[in-house]
């Protein structure tokens, strides 16, 4: 299959997976294994098309952010009220792993069989996240707190694992320190601009010898289709997330583990 078609077809997978619990980075390794896609340089592909996904986030939360960067020039920052403390206190601790990580998990954990892995690993953290009580006490993102936030952000360094999902980590890390799952996913998508910008420019930086014309072609494509697939699926997808359990999601990861082992790798 040629490089168009399957830069496409990603960009529409990043797209649908992104805002779901399902790991959208371990459905493109996963998709682009099938596809037979240019191993060469299809890590450094992936981390710039989530970018177009992630822009669909930015537009529809932009009052959000809006308000926040407000707040910061106004020196209006209160404990409880979103605010920029929240989001660098969540975005740190995987900011740091990724630093002195990131060589191993380029070469270590971007393959069809770590992903495997981490989707049941996921699932089961999810499952989890659901069973255990705690006593919810942020209904909204506005009741989260600066130790939450934290503590959030040490959950989101385990989406650095492809497979194990930035979105799902992030949620089952909200319910486990007293999160509601609406105010989990909002905080999820909020922090998910900013962290996912910060990790597109530091890979595109260190991978700035593949980003050859010919390329920049592919990766364009690729970023059109997601961003687009994404619009149209954000606000169905908000919606879903903050309504079905997690315990649906974690279900549908275990089926797509055992059906992409059983029929490809075996």
């Known amino acids: 299959m040629s490089d168009f078609i399957s830069s496409i077809i990603l960009g529409i997978v990043e797209g649908l997976t992104e805002f779901l619990p399902v790991s959208s980075t371990g459905h493109l390794i996963l998709v682009s294994d099938l596809l037979g896609f240019?191993?060469?340089?299809t890590t450094t592909f992936k981390i710039v098309i989530?970018?177009?996904a992630v822009m669909a986030v930015l537009i529809l939360y932009w009052k959000r952010y809006l308000g926040i960067a407000k707040d910061v020039v106004t020196f209006k920052l209160t404990p409880n009220k979103l605010n920029v403390f929240h989001l660098i206190l969540a975005m740190i601790p995987a900011l740091i792993v990724y630093l002195v990580a990131k060589d191993f998990i380029k070469n270590e954990l971007f393959g069809p069989a770590p992903v495997l892995i981490s989707l049941i690993a996921g699932g089961i953290l999810m499952i989890i996240a659901t069973r255990v009580k705690r006593?919810?006490?942020?209904?909204?993102t506005d009741d989260i707190s600066y130790k939450?936030?934290?503590g959030i952000g040490?959950?989101?360094?385990?989406?650095?694992w492809p497979g194990f999902s930035r979105s799902g980590s992030t949620i089952?890390?909200?319910?486990l320190l007293g999160t509601s799952q609406k105010a989990a996913a909002d905080f999820t998508f909020i922090i998910s601009v900013?962290?996912?910008l910060g990790a597109t420019v530091l890979d595109m930086y260190d991978s700035r010898d593949m980003l050859t014309s010919d390329r920049l072609v592919l990766f364009l494509i690729g970023f059109i289709a997601a961003f687009?697939?994404?619009?149209?699926?954000?606000?169905?997808?908000?919606?879903l997330i903050k309504r079905l359990r997690l315990e649906w999601f974690a279900a549908y990861r275990f089926l797509i583990a055992i059906l992409f082992y059983v029929f490809v790798m075996m």
């Open 148 to 150: 939450q936030a934290f």
């Open 154 to 160: 040490l959950f989101q360094c385990l989406a650095l």
């Open 194 to 196: 900013p962290v996912m």
């Open 50 to 52: 989530q970018l177009g």
């Open 135 to 140: 006593k919810v006490t942020a209904e909204e």
């Open 38 to 41: 240019d191993e060469d340089w």
């Open 172 to 175: 089952s890390g909200g319910l």
């Open 228 to 239: 687009i697939v994404a619009m149209i699926a954000v606000v169905t997808f908000l919606n």
